[in-house]
C-alpha cells in the first residue's frame, strides 16, 4: 500500500536552515506530483508547495514563497523541501502528499486531490 | 484568514445527519474548480474523504456525501459516529492565488 514517510524535521533558530524529507514506498513514485502541507499549533491546513511528477514545475504558497524551495530524486523516490530563511511563523507540522493525478504537471497538480498523505514532521522555529 | 470560510465547529447525536459548509468566491469553488474533503484527527495524517465534489475513495464510508453549487460545496454525515469526531477540511484551487487553497476547517463533536 501507500506509505510516504517524512522525516527531518527539529528545533531551529530563526534566520536559519532546515530540510525535510518524504520517502514514497508502495507506488510508482515518479508517475505522481507531489506536495507540502502543513500545520501550525492551533491553526488549520495550508498548503505550502508543490512538485511536477518530473521535477520540472514548482509552485510555492505567497507565504514562503524565495524561501523555501522543493525538489525530489527519482533514483530514492524521495520530496524535499528546503526551508531557508525560517521565522518562528513557520513552526508547524509539515505533511507531504500525494496528488491522485498521474503525470500531473502545473494547474492539474494544484486542482487534484491529495490521495495519501505522510504523519508529518514537526518542525519549531525559535531562538 | 482563509479564502474558504468553514464554520469553525458543528455537533450533533450519535445517529444525526449533519452538514458542513465551505464557502469560496469566483476565482475558486464559482469558478467550476473542484471540492475535495479531509478527515483529520489529531496526530494522525488527514484522510481524504470526498474528491472532485461527490465522489468517494475506495473504503470510505457511505454515510459520507459531498456536493457544490455555485460558490459553496457542502460535506454531509449521516448517521453520526463516536468515531466521526475530527477536524474536517474542504480544498479548492483558487486562480488568483494560482495556488492550492484550504478552508479554515470545522470541528465536528459528537455528543
Known sequence: ?127 | QSVLTQSPSVSGAPGQRVTISCTGNSANIGAGYDVHWYQHLPGAAPKLLIFNNNYRPSGVSDRFSGSRSGTSASLAISGLQAEDEADYYCQSYDSSLSGVIFGGGTRLTVL
Not at chain 1, 2 to 14: A, F, I, N, T, Y
Not at chain 1, 53 to 60: A, E, P
Not at chain 1, 80 to 86: E, G, R, V
Request: glycine share 10%; proline share 4%; charged share 20%.
Open chain 1, 1 to 127: 500500500q501507500v506509505q510516504l514517510m517524512e522525516s527531518g524535521g527539529g528545533v531551529v533558530q530563526p534566520g536559519r536552515s532546515l530540510r525535510v524529507s518524504c520517502a514514497g514506498t508502495g507506488f510508482i513514485f515518479n508517475d505522481y506530483g507531489m506536495h507540502w502541507v502543513r500545520q501550525a499549533p492551533g491553526k488549520g491546513l495550508e498548503w505550502v508547495a508543490a512538485i511536477s511528477y518530473d521535477g520540472r514545475h514548482q509552485n510555492y504558497a505567497d507565504s514562503v514563497k524565495g524561501r523555501f524551495i522543493v525538489s525530489r530524486d527519482t533514483s530514492s523516490n524521495t520530496m524535499y523541501l528546503q526551508m531557508d530563511s525560517l521565522r518562528p511563523d513557520d513552526t508547524a507540522i509539515y505533511y507531504c502528499a500525494k496528488t491522485d493525478l498521474k503525470y500531473c504537471s502545473k494547474t492539474p497538480c494544484l486542482q487534484s486531490s491529495f490521495d495519501s498523505w505522510g504523519q508529518g514532521t514537526p518542525v519549531t522555529v525559535s531562538s
